[in-house]
Nanobody, 115 residues
Framework: QVQLVESGGGSVQAGGSLRLSCAAS????????MGWYRQAPGKQRELVAE???????NYGDSVKGRITISRDNAKNTVTLQMNNLKPEDTGVYYC?????????WGKGTQVTVSS
């Protein structure tokens, strides 16, 4: 079975930085697009960033310019570097891996940004 495990969440002050990591195992291959999504209380899950195996990226409008996604295909890992964090960035961050017909999700890691 596919497993995605996130790490690196925590609490920071506004303007601070965090780096989230996701390790993939199972039947996920290095060609799979991967991404990060987040969900705040009372809100729907939204795109933070996604990346293809070739390195093409797409960012949510709310984080563009402050967050960078990268991947190591040999290790099946994806990293989210978050800088200049804002309180509205608070939420549970989920790693994803897109298969041919389904998308796999990790259990999430909490990010809290305080003013």
């Amino acid at each position: 079975q596919v497993q995605l495990v996130e790490s690196g969440g925590g609490s920071v002050q506004a303007g601070g930085s965090l780096r989230l990591s996701c390790a993939a195992s199972g039947s996920i291959f290095s060609i799979n697009p991967m991404g990060w999504y987040r969900q705040a209380p009372g809100k729907q899950r939204e795109l933070v960033a996604e990346i293809t195996s070739g390195g093409s990226t797409n960012y949510g409008d709310s984080v563009k310019g402050r967050i960078t996604i990268s991947r190591d295909n040999a290790k099946n890992t994806v990293t989210l570097q978050m800088n200049n964090l804002k309180p509205e960035d608070t939420g549970v961050y989920y790693c994803s891996a897109k298969g041919a017909r389904v998308t796999f999700w990790g259990k999430g890691t909490q990010v809290t940004v305080s003013s």
